[in-house]
């Protein structure tokens, strides 16, 4: 593949010409800061390599699609996106967000690592492979929606209204990163989540606290439900909550053994004497990668404030969250929690249903995946960190495992990157060396049973 990375190499000052433009465009889908014109340049930007490109419209923002046929039979594609978090607090940034600025080999900009640094790196590298070879040796398809900064809010109806365009037999997945000593993250599935709020109500009003005697306590109520949620090892009650969850396999616990995770000095950093149940080890990784959770994420009833104020609040409310590990269904866990509640004599507690991702990953010794850390080895000359889940969520599934296609992760940030923060930024070296590993991808995709 040398004579392609010629290609980029001869080309270095227009791949960054090309993330300037996109980066000094501003596209923040919270505030609805132009996003068209950013869909319209990222369009541009498509058709500029060759792709078939348009935008599609969505009930949100639009999806901008395009596609480059190869000369064999499979199908890689690409999933970005092109919105961008806010750049507030704005008198925090060493230059403007979005005046893209180098200093010292780093390109700082808002968005430029959370994601237009790897949206255009994959343009860049369909551009030298076909600049090179003249055609690419698989199909490619680019998916890049304007609303993952968002919470992906009509990503998953996209898909499944658009199940021909969306098909591949991989997807890389939006981003990457290294580690603190450089070494670069593969990621190969996100814990999915369930997040709900349950109200507890019993009087229609506050009352003085003297009718506690007589008068039912919601925050009592509240506390006594969730009570019944967890065992004191940890361990959730629902009836079927661990059903659905796939054992970690041979290779899993491999990469989870040489997953950094300093566990003392992350204990002392927190000011813990223990992790839960006093976990140590292999154990304590994979209980931290592998298990679900069940978290109260607050909780809220009658008053906390300054003295006191002797009172019987009527209503007590709490968020919960549930990390979710495949095959784990939140639809189908927000009905065994509902039904168990009731069962528990809490049917009158509200269960509301605030947000639901469903687990998603691609097993370790999967052939794409590990096409992706051969690629690593090669182009970045070490091993690659393997996560088989991270414990955060996104919208993978809907896009990629609900049909079936393998999806991984890897990208062109770093370990101070500063996502959704001031100073964002990526290296170029990164850069240049993630264009390589997504020409190395392109050019050995079509050789996967
Ligand atoms: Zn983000």
Known sequence: ????????????????????????????????????????????????????????????YPVVYGEVGGTGDKTLSFYNHYDVQPPEPLEEWH??????????GVFYARGVADNKGNLVARLAAVDAYLRARGSLP????????????????????????HQ????ADGCIWEAGYCDVEGHREVYLGLKGILYVELTARQANVDLHSMWAAIVPSAAWHLLRALGTLKDDQDRVLIPGFYDDVLPPSAAD?????????DEDARRQQLGLRAFINGLTGPALREKYVFQPTCNICGIESGYTGEGLKTVLPHQARCKLDFRLVPNQNPHKLFEQLQTYLAEQGFADIEVRLSAALHPARTATDHPFAQLVIRGVREIYGHEPVVYPLIPGSGPMYDLCQRYGIPAVSVGVGNANSRNHAPNENIR??????????????????????
């Not at 199909?139 to 499944?160: D, M, Q, R, T, W």
């Not at 021909?164 to 098909?167: A, E, V």
Request: with cysteine.
């Open 1 to 60: 593949m040398d004579d392609i990375l010629q290609v980029v190499e001869e080309r270095r000052e227009v791949y960054l010409d090309w993330l300037v433009q996109l980066c000094q465009q501003p596209s923040i889908a919270a505030q609805n800061v132009g996003m068209a014109e950013t869909a319209h340049l990222v369009e541009r930007l498509l058709a500029g390599i060759g792709a078939s490109a348009r935008q599609i419209p969505t009930a949100g």
């Open 95 to 104: 230059s403007d967000p979005f005046t893209p600025t180098v200093r010292e």
């Open 138 to 161: 698989v199909n490619v398809k680019f998916i890049f929606e304007g609303e993952e900064e968002i919470g992906s809010p009509h990503l998953a109806g996209f898909a499944e209204q």
């Open 164 to 167: 021909d365009l969306i098909r």
């Open 253 to 261: 616990l491999e990469a989870l053994a040489h997953m950094p995770f």
């Open 428 to 449: 170029l070296d990164d850069f240049y060396q993630g264009i390589a590993h997504l020409i190395f991808i392109l050019e050995q995709f079509d050789t996967l049973p």
